[in-house]
T-cell receptor, first 115, second 111 residues
Framework: NAGVTQTPKFQVLKTGQSMTLQCAQD?????MSWYRQDPGMGLRLIHY???????DQGEVPNGYNVSRSTTEDFPLRLLSAAPSQTSVYFC??????????????FGSGTRLTVV | EDQVTQSPEALRLQEGESSSLNCSYT??????LFWYRQDPGKGPEFLFT???AGEEKEKERLKATLTKKESFLHITAPKPEDSATYLC????????????FGKGMKLTVNP
């Protein structure tokens, strides 16, 4: 098992550009989510999905879109990048924290810089 | 509003010097409390889940405990390899898998 795979690991964008951060998991997890991590802010939830075809907004969804066409993949789209979106982005998945008690499995992150 | 506060923000210990990290939380109903470890440049790594007050979990030099208002991560005789940022998160009641994270606590263990 590869776990949660995020690509790319690093990215530099110009203001106004769009891009997609990829996230894939091979554990058949139903729940997937995107967090951003900023210094002094902790992890903040952007969007999440409880299964294929179902997505919902988290704490900081503005400027981001998601879709979940398969169980395995949960891409995050930046529509028009802004310097405020400079951050480290983590994708996480879980089968069910209540049933398994194992919490989330996180990817290794994408470090995004918007100039 | 669900909230998690970790203290201290940073802690320096000498190898072998035991200590505790605090995670206090405010949540309408607690489904579970989670501890993670995060190394620089990596994603958080799951350590423990606690569900009810009085529960304790142990793993090597780490022991997590839970009360109705806070959780402690006790580190016994730490080693330099225990240096990392430790994250606490709560899962509110409501049927969702969402977690609310604290800001983290950076632990440095000097040899």
């Amino acid at each position: 098992n590869a776990g949660v795979t995020q690509t790319p690991k690093f990215q530099v964008l110009k203001t106004g550009q769009s891009m997609t951060l990829q996230c894939a998991q091979d554990m058949n997890h139903e729940y997937m989510s995107w967090y951003r991590q900023d210094p002094g802010m902790g992890l903040r939830l952007i969007h999440y999905s409880v299964g294929a075809g179902i997505t919902d907004q988290g704490e900081v969804p503005n400027g981001y879109n998601v879709s979940r066409s398969t169980t395995e993949d949960f891409p995050l789209r930046l529509l028009s990048a802004a310097p405020s979106q400079t951050s480290v982005y983590f994708c996480a998945s879980s089968y069910s924290t209540w049933v398994s008690g194992n919490g989330y499995t996180f990817g290794s992150g994408t470090r995004l810089t918007v100039v | 509003e669900d909230q998690v506060t970790q203290s201290p923000e940073a802690l320096r210990l000498q190898e072998g010097e035991s200590s505790s990290l605090n995670c206090s939380y405010t949540v309408s109903g607690l489904r579970g409390l989670f501890w993670y470890r995060q190394d620089p440049g990596k994603g958080p790594e799951f350590l423990f889940t606690l569900y009810s007050a009085g529960e304790e979990k142990e793993k090597e030099r780490l022991k997590a405990t839970l009360t109705k208002k806070e959780s402690f991560l006790h580190i016994t005789a730490p080693k330099p390899e225990d240096s990392a940022t430790y994250l606490c998160a709560v899962q509110p009641q409501g049927g969702s898998e969402k977690l609310v994270f604290g800001k983290g606590m950076k632990l440095t263990v000097n040899p």
